[in-house]
């Protein structure tokens, strides 16, 4: 059993910088793809990016060259660096992470981020 919890949302201009954080207990990460999606109000969940064991990185496209994934294996951490931030990234950030050899699926609660003036 993996709990995910992430923390670091909250209200920012257009145009600001957020840090997600997500915190892993009850197993060490390094066996898991973590990654982090989004849910929007009235939409579906959506890929945000996730990152491999060994550090593959996958970004969906429309991200790409904004945000920044990471993890921390020995702090049994994920991150979220998101730059210049529209309107539109205004969602629930989640924490999500599958194990590489079996498939099992864990999520985090969500943290809400609003970007707006």
């Known amino acids: 059993q993996v709990q995910l919890v992430e923390s670091g949302g909250g209200l920012v201009q257009p145009g600001g910088s957020l840090r997600l954080s997500c915190a892993a207990t009850?197993?060490?990460?390094?066996?898991?793809?973590m990654g982090w999606y989004r849910q929007a109000p009235g939409k579906q969940r959506e890929l945000v990016a996730t990152?491999?064991?060994?550090?593959?990185?996958n970004y969906a496209d429309s991200l790409k060259g904004r945000f920044s994934i990471s993890r921390n294996n020995a702090e049994n951490t994920l991150s979220l660096q998101m730059n210049n931030l529209y309107p539109e990234d205004t969602a629930v950030y989640y924490c999500?992470?599958?194990?590489?050899?079996?498939?099992?699926?864990?999520w985090g609660k969500g943290t809400p981020v609003t970007v707006s003036s």
């Open positions: 999500n992470a599958v194990h590489e050899m079996i498939g099992t699926n864990y």
């Open positions: 990152i491999t064991s060994r550090g593959t990185r």
């Open positions: 009850g197993s060490n990460i390094n066996l898991y793809v």
